[in-house]
């Protein structure tokens, strides 16, 4: 986190999409790493304004409870702080209505809004253990809840 607060020269606890791109390489990941990475916070963060306390959380939360730091044994790597991740990896996912749901997956939800359902797309940015799975929708609003209640939205 120290990295990341002297890229914070305000003290706003904010980062640019730039200035974390930056920090990360001058921790050691490549240019594939850092983009893969800024990616994914862009599902957290689309106005480009990274909270770097979470984002550090982000990067170093893992299921055994161990930080990424711990894990590598005190290095960061984009491969410890995002291990294998996919169908069937079993790893940041809980199962949804129709699939296996891991952080990138692209999911719908119906619900109800002034009496009508609607259907809702979005983007899972990450399991949150047990059956929990949290969502942000294309309109911009998020949700947390039962991964049973997310579908696979067809490519």
């Given at each position: 986190?120290?990295?990341f607060?002297?890229?914070?020269?305000?003290?706003?606890?904010?980062?640019?999409?730039?200035?974390?791109a930056a920090?990360?390489?001058?921790?050691?990941l490549g240019?594939?790493?850092?983009?893969?990475?800024?990616?994914?916070?862009?599902?957290?963060?689309?106005?480009?304004?990274?909270?770097?306390?979470?984002f550090?959380?982000?990067l170093?939360?893992?299921e055994d409870g161990?930080?990424?730091?711990?894990?590598?044994?005190?290095?960061?790597s984009?491969?410890a702080?995002f291990?294998?991740?996919g169908?069937?990896?079993?790893?940041?996912?809980?199962?949804?209505a129709?699939?296996?749901?891991?952080?990138g997956?692209?999911?719908?939800?119906?619900?109800?809004?002034?009496?009508?359902?609607?259907?809702?797309?979005g983007?899972?940015?990450?399991?949150?253990?047990?059956?929990?799975?949290?969502?942000?929708?294309?309109?911009?609003?998020?949700?947390?809840?039962?991964?049973?209640?997310?579908?696979?939205?067809?490519?």
């Amino acid at each position: 986190v120290n990295t990341f607060r002297r890229g914070d020269p305000g003290g706003v606890g904010v980062i640019s999409r730039t200035q974390a791109a930056a920090l990360l390489t001058t921790l050691g990941l490549g240019a594939g790493d850092v983009e893969e990475i800024l990616r994914a916070a862009e599902v957290l963060w689309p106005s480009g304004g990274i909270r770097y306390e979470d984002f550090v959380d982000l990067l170093l939360a893992t299921e055994d409870g161990k930080s990424g730091e711990e894990r590598v044994g005190g290095e960061c790597s984009a491969q410890a702080a995002f291990p294998a991740r996919g169908p069937g990896t079993g790893r940041g996912s809980v199962m949804g209505a129709d699939m296996e749901l891991w952080p990138g997956t692209r999911v719908m939800m119906m619900t109800h809004e002034y009496g009508e359902e609607i259907i809702l797309a979005g983007t899972v940015v990450m399991a949150l253990g047990g059956d929990k799975v949290s969502v942000k929708f294309d309109d911009g609003t998020s949700w947390e809840g039962p991964g049973s209640f997310v579908f696979r939205l067809a490519a």
